[in-house]
Nanobody, 123 residues
């Protein structure tokens, strides 16, 4: 069974940076599109970014471009979400997810989910 395990969340001051990691298990790294979503209390889950293993496909949500980047380390089966210039409104639980569909931005298109990692941006 494929598992996704997020790490790297925490408390950061406004303007700070964090790098989230998503470890993709059981050989699925090269077979799925790995995405990042986030969900703040009382809000819907929001697409953040996605990519495939070799970089042929990458996508960042429009309003996050310039601050967020997605990358991967193929030797470690890990996808990263680098976040810079963090704002309080970026506070949320961030989820890693897997899809078989290129270009998927809806949570319903992702069939594998991690448990999430909390990001809090506060002074």
């Amino acid at each position: 069974q494929v598992q996704l395990v997020e790490s790297g969340g925490g408390l950061v001051q406004p303007g700070g940076s964090l790098r989230l990691s998503c470890l993709v298990s059981r050989g699925a790294f090269r077979t799925i599109y790995t995405g990042w979503f986030r969900q703040a209390p009382g809000k819907e889950r929001e697409f953040v970014a996605a990519k495939n293993w070799n970089g042929q496909y990458e996508s960042i949500r429009d309003h996050l471009q310039g601050r967020f980047t997605i990358s991967s380390d193929n030797a470690k089966d890990t996808v990263y979400l680098q976040m810079t210039g963090l704002k309080p409104e970026d506070s949320a639980t961030y989820y890693c997810a897997g899809s078989s569909t290129m270009g998927a931005t809806q949570s319903s298109q992702y069939h594998i989910w991690g448990l999430g990692t909390q990001v809090t941006v506060s002074s």
